[in-house]
């Protein structure tokens, strides 16, 4: 309709009478209505209007296109309305493709789906095939704040809330160990004078025990000032007062940066004096990297095979400068299927020898490069090592796969010389930031659940009625129904806007032509603002065969988990014939005792026996006449 039209129709609506009725009852009853029907015309009203301006005049000429998906059923000319008619439904569908191709994702993906569909298929290609790995991790420090961005020289909200808070603390500290002094001195001269009347009170109406006539101690009207005084410290909380504390610790810092001065309070006690010692200044930092993470590399080998369900690695750590060389080495195997783990012996050794110092081995002296310890038997039978594991490889693919696809973004590896090393033909970056982090431990902890709740129903005669496992799922799955995955990651967000830290990790995923891992490049970014740096934590993996066979540790691999590897030394019986010997002690200890026991027992029976002998020979009766003699 038209505006004009729009107009009348208000104008009408608003124009109607209304009844007046003398009664008030009758006033009240009809009012209501009125008033609901006026409204109704109103808001109706209104509404023509919005449309009105929205449609177009009938007095302009429609154009070419138009005309031509619009049917005239006022013509009738048959053969024109059936070729309208063809030109319509032809628009119609090409405007319901169009508007296939904007949202439906699964038939027309957008870069950031496509990314998303290549790397989920090679993530589940690479968990379901054996493969190896080789991985370098090196470290860097850096500061918080580029020194040239608009942030330098600025402090995060928390910092600034603890240096206001130090430097009031200081500053009232300075005031009350001056009020302290004076008063001592005080107390010390009324202290001569103190004169106490003939009650026993002096001048405030206190005894020399601190209790008033009335009984009250003084103790009491501390108290209770205290906590008045608490009370009225939150009552009368100024924001005036917060903003010239600011101002009070911005000024200062100015003044010790620009007289090096460290007397100002902002510097001094517990707080400021912890802030400045976890804060790393740029030459700390350009130090830190010089000397410590330029030469500190971690490396690994690892062998993963998916139908045993077992990851044999090697980690090591080195430390290697011109003057110094340090390196260690630490064989790691889980085994799910047999519920078992295997380590380094050197790696327990130092806690084998808190425990036992008398008892430990050396290296040397071991017959097997390795141990291997196994859960108990009531763990294994009640959740399974390999039924978990199955439950969390499914759990991080298929959490992985409902991410929202932003977080998948293809990257150009043009120049990117770590995907021209590993040969790569395209890579995928996947971000996870507190957010994503959290989203993914939610959506994993829920599938993890699912999984062993479906291993619980499946295996009835395992897990009857009253089962701790089964009994454990239900009231997981209770609480998994209050929250939804992503409140994890606003929690994890919370958490971050307000700790000390912040933490970030992107994800470098290398794939070649036929969607095969080749290689990961993983970064973490850990750094606050109160240390004043971020470590970023650079992890380079390698999946190919021949950097695996070429790489130091291969051998030390070989020789702890390979097919020609020694049998690993059953950690579990050591464990048990350690703790038969530790029985055996002390049952001899106790026995020991005992024996000790009753010799002591012995001799005082045997005392006791000579005294009755004596009393029966009438040694009593002598020493009864002397007593009377006494008296």
């Given at each position: 309709m038209s505006s004009n039209h729009s107009n009348n129709s208000d104008r009408q609506c608003l124009s109607e009478p209304v009844p007046h009725n003398s009664s008030h009852n009758a006033q009240d009853n009809h009012h209501l209505p009125r008033l609901l029907s006026m409204t109704g015309c109103m808001l109706l009203g209104s509404a023509s209007f919005v449309l009105s301006g929205c449609q177009s005049s009938p007095t302009v000429t429609p154009s070419a296109t138009t005309s031509e998906v619009l049917i005239n059923f006022e013509n009738s000319d048959t053969a024109l309305i059936q070729s309208q008619g063809q030109a319509f439904n032809a628009s119609l569908n090409a405007k319901s493709e169009r508007y296939e191709q904007l949202f439906n994702q699964a038939k027309y993906p957008n870069t950031e789906n496509q990314a998303k569909s290549h790397l989920l298929a090679a993530i589940r290609k690479h968990l379901a095939t054996e493969h190896v790995a080789v991985a370098q991790a090196n470290y860097h420090m850096a500061p918080f704040i580029d020194p040239d961005s608009i942030d330098a020289g600025s402090s995060s909200l928390l910092k600034t809330i603890i240096e206001a808070y130090a430097y009031k603390k200081a500053a009232s500290d300075d005031y009350d160990s001056d009020y302290d002094s004076d008063y001592d001195e005080y107390i010390e001269a009324e202290a001569v004078e103190e004169v106490y009347d003939n009650d026993g009170y002096d001048q405030d109406g206190y005894d020399e025990y601190g209790y008033d006539r009335y009984g009250d101690s003084i103790d009491s009207d501390d108290d209770n000032e205290v906590s008045n005084g608490v009370l009225s410290k939150m009552a009368d909380f100024n924001p005036k007062e917060?903003?010239?504390?600011?101002?009070?610790?911005?000024?200062?810092?100015?003044?010790?940066?620009?007289?090096?001065?460290?007397s100002h309070p902002s510097s001094k006690g517990m707080i400021g004096q912890v802030l400045s010692m976890i804060h790393r200044t740029p030459e700390q930092i350009a130090a830190s990297n010089a000397y410590q993470y330029q030469n500190l590399t971690f490396h690994s080998v690892s062998r993963y095979k998916p139908k045993q369900r077992q990851l044999q690695s090697v980690y090591s750590y080195e430390y290697i400068t011109p003057t110094i060389s340090?390196?260690?080495?630490?064989?790691?195997?889980?085994?799910?299927?047999?519920?078992?783990?295997?380590?380094?012996?050197?790696?327990?050794?130092?806690?084998?020898?808190?425990v036992n110092p008398e008892k430990t081995p050396l290296p040397n002296e071991m017959a097997s490069h390795t141990v291997s310890f196994g859960l108990p038997e009531s763990i294994t039978t009640q959740l399974p090592p390999?039924?978990?594991?199955?439950?969390?490889?499914?759990?991080?693919?298929n959490s992985m796969a409902e991410l929202a696809p932003e977080h998948f973004s293809a990257v150009d590896i043009r120049n990117d010389m770590f995907a021209k090393e590993v040969g790569a033909s395209r890579a995928v970056k996947v971000y996870f930031g507190s957010k994503q982090s959290g989203e993914m431990i939610g959506k994993t902890l829920k599938y993890m659940t699912q999984s062993l709740q479906d291993h619980v129903d499946a295996n009835p005669q395992r897990y009857p009625d009253g089962a701790m496992l089964k009994a454990a799922l239900a009231k997981l799955q209770l609480y998994n129904k209050g929250y939804q995955s992503a409140d994890v990651g606003a929690l994890l967000q919370l958490i971050e806007a307000i700790a000390p830290i912040s933490f970030n990790q992107v994800n470098y995923y290398y794939l070649d032509s036929s969607d095969r891992m080749?290689?990961?490049?993983?970064?973490?970014?850990?750094?606050?603002?109160?240390?004043?740096?971020?470590?970023t934590v650079l992890n380079q993996i390698r999946y190919d065969k021949a950097s695996f066979n070429n790489h130091t540790l291969t051998p030390l691999l070989a020789e702890s988990f390979g097919a020609n590897a020694k049998p690993a030394i059953d950690g579990n019986a050591w464990m048990a014939e350690q703790r038969q010997q530790r029985d055996r002690l002390q049952a001899a200890r106790y026995a020991r005792y005992e024996y000790d026991d009753s010799s002591l027992s012995d001799d005082e029976s045997s005392g006791y026996g000579d005294d009755s002998s004596n009393y029966e020979n009438g040694e009593y009766d002598e020493a009864k006449d002397d007593t009377d003699k006494g008296k």
């Open positions: 917060l903003a010239k504390s600011y101002e009070a610790v911005q000024k200062a810092k100015q003044q010790k940066e620009s007289t090096n001065d460290e340090s390196s260690v080495q630490i064989p790691l195997a889980f085994d799910f299927n047999n519920s078992r783990i295997a380590v380094d012996p050197s790696a327990i050794m130092p806690i084998m020898a808190l390999s039924v978990l594991y199955d439950a969390a490889i499914d759990a991080v693919q080749l290689a990961k490049q993983q970064r973490t970014n850990i750094g606050s603002d109160l240390m004043g740096s971020t470590t």
